[in-house]
């Protein structure tokens, strides 16, 4: 924990001017840098002893000679740091600084696991079985023990529990992370947890190590008289301790945790600066005022590379950006030929090269590359304006029809470019007829407050993804989380107040041949059975198109030379691991 900090001490030491001074003198600590895993794309039923990636967790971290200031700008300001009531990537980097999973990721893999607050861990039939790390503390000063995973995962799925945090306020993730899986928790035991599946379900270590299953504290939950409180507060188990959130200038100020049982942290203090504009967010980092940087688009990634105080660096990434069409919405995008239409009119190969510039490579189904199902045998659509009007005549659409875009403003890896990637679109669909008004939004929690509820024709979105597993795509985003019979005869939609229905699918697509497969492949413990019917679920969703498949990006980082080369791992699956950070 930072020693003397108070809010004026925060606010001068996060502006510009005193902050490139506090990095001037900036010395890094001792502790070691992540090391290079393996790739992920298990089965989801393994058990840990140990790391894998060849660190001594057991011997305790916190023992870094921790000073200096670490100052991440990031695009967005959030104001609720609950990991259970978001799906923003923008709050998991802060996060997961603060919390502990019980399983974790290693730092730069394609997601191999490792240990976390669980020492061991494995998965057989319908039970989970982990064993607790020991020692452990809240930053709050209580002792970690299995009753915190109980009340965690209470606290997120089950409304008998007192401190349930609701279905209004709890996020997306609740479902699929634990409550449409979890019967039982039994944690009799202090350092043992047993957890009893509805049914098996391959994903669900990996869902363990996801930033929404982070482990909070009992005594917390249960001290509040709103759970909406724990967002402003956050007392985790993490390397860094959560210590002022400044929402008037759009900081967040954290503490190095002495006592953190892992590795580091180095640095005293972390800062999350917002700086909107992607060129200024990284001319701030090649001036020394920042330290790292993400989302970067093409232009403020070529100012990188040619900087000379600074680094570009980059990772094949793990993630889709694309545009849904909200079949709830709006009767024209029921029409298959119609949302085929779309798809081949809108020019993502234009997207790609002149907009992203190569930092990404065109998309032709939901699971990109290097995952677990990713059916190579698929192209993305060609751009062919004559073949799209024939189908929207064929469909009825001939005289075109008018519809609404929705887009964030601020940048996003998957979208670097959201407002000129929505004029694109806008001008590629005025070619065969469709007339589009693009509604922009300056902050992304509002956006996402806005498809949530469904209010938008059409939408930009992505997912990075949270466990490197082929369901946190495909059952994630396009599986409405419904029962089958929900889903009326002859209709591949739903609308979003059906019971049960998740607004991570944002198209409102129900088709239940794909709902099968996604389903079946999730309750398979084998490997080729279950790549197989990822592989027919997504030839399914490119011949359906409840999306214009637009990218898969690259993960790209700006890195001040100030960052110790070797203590900083660009990660496309968990992190950002800042707790190995060190400084020059």
Same mark, same amino acid.
């Given at each position: 924990?930072?020693?003397?900090?108070?809010?004026?001490?925060?606010?001068?030491?996060?502006?510009?001017?005193?902050?490139?001074?506090?990095?001037?003198?900036?010395?890094?600590?001792?502790?070691?840098?992540?090391?290079?895993?393996?790739?992920?794309?298990?089965?989801?039923?393994?058990?840990?002893?140990?790391?894998?990636?060849?660190?001594?967790?057991?011997?305790?971290?916190?023992?870094?000679?921790?000073?200096?200031?670490?100052?991440?700008?990031?695009?967005?300001?959030?104001?609720?740091?609950?990991?259970?009531?978001?799906? &923003?990537?923008?709050?998991?980097?802060?996060?997961?600084?603060?919390?502990?999973?019980?399983?974790?990721?290693?730092?730069?893999?394609?997601?191999? !696991?490792?240990?976390?607050?669980?020492?061991?861990?494995?998965?057989?039939?319908?039970?989970?079985?982990?064993?607790?790390?020991?020692?452990?503390?809240?930053?709050?000063?209580?002792?970690?023990?299995?009753?915190?995973?109980?009340?965690?995962?209470?606290?997120?799925?089950?409304?008998?529990?007192?401190?349930?945090?609701?279905?209004?306020?709890?996020?997306?993730?609740?479902?699929?992370?634990?409550?449409?899986?979890?019967?039982?928790?039994?944690?009799?035991?202090?350092?043992?947890?047993?957890?009893?599946?509805?049914?098996?379900?391959?994903?669900?270590?990996?869902?363990?190590?996801?930033?929404?299953?982070?482990?909070?504290?009992?005594?917390?939950?249960?001290?509040?008289?709103?759970?909406?409180?724990?967002?402003?507060?956050?007392?985790?188990?993490?390397?860094?301790?959560?210590?002022?959130?400044? *929402?008037?200038?759009?900081?967040?100020?954290?503490?190095?945790?002495?006592?953190?049982?892992?590795?580091?942290?180095?640095?005293?203090?972390?800062?999350?600066?917002?700086?909107?504009?992607?060129?200024?967010?990284?001319?701030?980092?090649?001036?020394?005022?920042?330290?790292?940087?993400?989302?970067?688009?093409?232009?403020?990634?070529?100012?990188?590379?040619?900087?000379? &105080?600074?680094?570009?660096?980059?990772?094949?990434?793990?993630?889709?950006?694309?545009?849904?069409?909200?079949?709830?919405?709006?009767?024209?995008?029921?029409?298959?030929?119609?949302?085929?239409?779309?798809?081949?009119?809108?020019?993502?190969?234009?997207?790609?090269?002149?907009?992203?510039?190569?930092?990404?490579?065109?998309?032709?189904?939901? !699971?990109?590359?290097?995952?677990?199902?990713?059916?190579?045998?698929?192209?993305?659509?060609?751009?062919?304006?004559?073949?799209?009007?024939?189908?929207?005549?064929?469909?009825?659409?001939?005289?075109?029809?008018?519809?609404?875009?929705?887009?964030?403003?601020?940048?996003?890896?998957?979208?670097?470019?959201?407002?000129?990637?929505?004029?694109?679109?806008?001008?590629?669909?005025?070619?065969?007829?469709?007339?589009?008004?693009?509604?922009?939004?300056?902050?992304?929690?509002?956006?996402?407050?806005?498809?949530?509820?469904?209010?938008?024709?059409?939408?930009?979105?992505?997912?990075?993804?949270? *466990?490197?597993?082929?369901?946190?795509?495909?059952?994630?985003? !396009?599986?409405?989380?419904? &029962?089958?019979?929900?889903?009326?005869?002859?209709?591949?939609?739903?609308?979003?107040?059906?019971?049960?229905?998740?607004?991570?699918?944002?198209?409102?697509?129900?088709?239940?041949?794909?709902?099968?497969?996604?389903?079946?492949?999730?309750?398979?413990?084998?490997?080729?059975?279950?790549?197989?019917?990822?592989?027919?679920?997504?030839?399914?969703?490119?011949?359906?198109?409840?999306?214009?498949?637009?990218?898969?990006?690259?993960?790209?980082?700006?890195?001040?030379?100030?960052?110790?080369?070797?203590?900083?791992?660009?990660?496309?699956?968990?992190?950002?691991?800042?707790?190995?950070?060190? !400084?020059?």
């Amino acid at each position: 924990m930072p020693r003397n900090v108070d809010r004026r001490t925060f606010l001068k030491t996060a502006g510009s001017a005193g902050l490139a001074a506090t990095l001037a003198g900036c010395s890094g600590g001792d502790g070691s840098g992540p090391t290079e895993g393996g790739s992920g794309g298990g089965d989801g039923t393994s058990t840990s002893g140990g790391t894998g990636d060849g660190e001594d967790t057991e011997s305790g971290g916190g023992g870094g000679d921790m000073s200096g200031t670490l100052v991440y700008a990031r695009g967005d300001h959030p104001t609720n740091y609950d990991p259970q009531q978001t799906t &923003s990537g923008e709050v998991a980097k802060v996060t997961n600084q603060v919390f502990d999973q019980l399983v974790g990721f290693t730092p730069g893999s394609g997601g191999q !696991l490792r240990e976390g607050l669980a020492t061991e861990y494995s998965l057989e039939g319908t039970t989970a079985t982990l064993t607790l790390r020991e020692g452990v503390t809240f930053h709050n000063g209580a002792e970690f023990t299995a009753e915190d995973v109980r009340a965690t995962i209470r606290r997120f799925t089950d409304s008998d529990y007192e401190y349930y945090l609701g279905d209004s306020n709890r996020s997306g993730y609740g479902p699929f992370t634990f409550g449409n899986w979890v019967d039982s928790v039994d944690a009799s035991s202090d350092y043992e947890v047993t957890i009893e599946l509805t049914q098996q379900y391959a994903p669900f270590l990996r869902n363990l190590a996801m930033f929404a299953a982070a482990i909070l504290s009992k005594q917390q939950i249960e001290s509040l008289d709103d759970q909406v409180a724990l967002g402003t507060n956050p007392q985790g188990t993490g390397a860094f301790t959560f210590e002022q959130l400044d *929402n008037g200038n759009q900081r967040v100020l954290l503490g190095g945790n002495g006592d953190y049982w892992g590795d580091g942290p180095n640095v005293e203090q972390v800062v999350f600066k917002t700086i909107g504009q992607n060129s200024t967010r990284v001319q701030d980092v090649i001036n020394g005022n920042s330290h790292i940087t993400d989302n970067l688009d093409s232009q403020s990634s070529q100012q990188l590379e040619s900087a000379g &105080s600074a680094r570009l660096a980059s990772k094949n990434g793990i993630n889709v950006g694309y545009m849904a069409m909200n079949m709830a919405r709006r009767e024209e995008f029921r029409n298959r030929q119609v949302r085929r239409a779309v798809s081949l009119a809108v020019n993502t190969q234009a997207i790609v090269d002149s907009i992203y510039q190569g930092f990404a490579s065109v998309a032709d189904q939901p !699971l990109p590359p290097d995952v677990l199902g990713h059916n190579e045998d698929l192209e993305p659509y060609p751009t062919d304006k004559e073949q799209a009007q024939s189908l929207l005549e064929e469909a009825g659409y001939g005289d075109g029809f008018e519809f609404e875009l929705a887009t964030f403003s601020n940048p996003r890896g998957y979208n670097p470019s959201p407002v000129e990637t929505a004029n694109q679109v806008k001008s590629d669909l005025e070619e065969i007829g469709l007339s589009v008004s693009i509604n922009q939004f300056s902050t992304f929690s509002s956006y996402l407050d806005y498809t949530d509820q469904g209010k938008h024709d059409a939408c930009f979105l992505g997912w990075y993804t949270d *466990n490197a597993d082929p369901d946190n795509f495909l059952y994630v985003l !396009l599986d409405p989380k419904v &029962s089958m019979d929900a889903v009326p005869e002859e209709q591949d939609w739903v609308s979003f107040d059906t019971e049960g229905y998740s607004p991570l699918n944002v198209a409102a697509w129900a088709n239940t041949e794909f709902m099968s497969k996604v389903r079946e492949a999730q309750q398979s413990y084998d490997e080729a059975t279950r790549e197989q019917l990822y592989k027919e679920a997504n030839q399914i969703a490119h011949d359906e198109a409840p999306w214009v498949f637009l990218d898969y990006a690259q993960t790209l980082r700006g890195v001040n030379q100030a960052v110790v080369e070797d203590s900083y791992t660009v990660s496309s699956v968990g992190g950002p691991f800042l707790n190995t950070v060190q !400084l020059q």
